[in-house]
Nanobody
Framework: QVQLVESGGGLVQPGGSLTLTCAAS????????MRWYRQAPGKDRELVAF????????NYPPSVKGRFTISRDDAKNMVYLQMNNLEPEDTAVYYC?????WGQGTQVTVSS
């Protein structure tokens, strides 16, 4: 019954912000690291953020460093991705991931 459900995507102008939410269920959330990936059409899936079960965060890739922030709320079984100063290059489907489990994805489109 493992489920990961993303929400919060949408259309935003360049320079705008969005917060993505991943609701997790069906496993012991506090035991696992969580990841956000994104995939644009015709491009490879890209890891954009990683957070350990204890809340430690690894370095963000250069494409999002300084603009994106991952966080988790263990009391709510939620993981978040705060995205600021969005660019057209950020347009992609964003996926929540835990080990080999994936959410359905949420579309983020950055366009004027």
């Amino acid at each position: 019954q493992v489920q990961l459900v993303e929400s919060g995507g949408g259309l935003v102008q360049p320079g705008g912000s969005l917060t993505l939410t991943c609701a997790a269920s069906g496993f012991t959330f506090t035991n696992y690291a969580m990841r956000w990936y994104r995939q644009a059409p015709g491009k490879d899936r890209e890891l954009v953020a990683f957070i350990r079960n204890d809340g430690a965060i690894t370095n963000y890739p250069p494409s999002v460093k300084g603009r994106f922030t991952i966080s988790r709320d263990d009391a709510k079984n939620m993981v978040y991705l705060q995205m600021n100063n969005l660019e057209p290059e950020d347009t992609a489907v964003y996926y929540c991931n835990c080990v080999n489990h994936w959410g359905q994805g949420t579309q983020v489109t950055v366009s004027s």
